[in-house]
């Protein structure tokens, strides 16, 4: 198909009710062109089979229909992952690996000395350790954001 | 036009953040639509409910990738035609056997439709044809397959596919030629007769 022709195809194949004479006259003289838009045209035709000339709606209750579905399927997904094999071995892994760390964890401070845990939190005037009494620690935080305004 | 400003896509953004009434409001605003674009493919009532809840369903549970490059009937659309054909593959309704040969009434349908032939006879099974357009449009690429669709099952311009797709017009252009030339090889490579149905 020529340019000329191919350019304008949808204004042709959409039943421009006039094409210009140009076009027109490629037309007549061009087989090649003429027979291809013929081809087009009854392409175009077999697929307007597929419209639907009434307006459709649903049967009342449709929204719920579909909400009901989400629900059916979003619980389905659930247990699909629940139960993929991929899902069981990585769990089993994941907790074979946290089962690991809480052992490191318990094993290093059994023989680490008492540490100050908290000392790193102490950074202002308060000389005071806290993490001795709760009711203080509380009162001492308090003041804190009590006094932090600026 | 930007399809991120407009009140559907306020819509979008409140389902994305989970508003179910937003979600439900967008079920109602295009079940007429959905059902109308299965019914013309399939032409099955009971079928448009099953079909049409699957694609709410898709609507719901991928808008969170809706990206606002089209417009959200346009992607709706899109996924309405794809729960169509997947349900063709699936039950493979009157036969619709989409991997195989055309059978030598469509063979003689192709045929009849080839250019230059000026005696073609009336083609006046609808039905037939309505097949026969579903097989050829199966073996093009989805989006070329929506977008011949919408242009002429939809029966939307140039201007509103560009609109619509947030495609250019040229683009749209030398998309819809493609398809259609790939459409029209297709028909032409299997309305040749196989071996066995060459004879008469
Ligand atoms: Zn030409």
Redesign the pocket.
Known sequence: ??E??RERLEELLSGAPQPESGLEQ??V??????D?LAAFRQQSALLKTLRCAEALSPAPGFYARVWERIQLQRSASVWNALLDPGFAWRLALGSLAALLLMGAFVAMNEKAPPAPAVTAIVVDEQPQELGLDPERDRDAVLVTLATYRE | MDHRTSDEAELVRRVQAGDEAAFREIVERYQSKVFSIIYGILRSHNDAEDIAQQVFSKVYFSIKNFDFRSSLLTWIYKITVNECYDYLRKRKVRKLVYESEFTEDESQRLKAGEPGRDQAPPIDDVLARRDLALKLLARLPAEERDLLLLKEVEGHSIEELAEMTGINENTIKVKLFRARQKLFKAAQRLARPTPGMAAG
């Not at chain 1, 003289?29 to 003429?34: D, G, L, S, V």
């Open positions: 198909m020529h000329l022709i490629h037309l003289t061009c087989t090649e062109c003429r291809e």
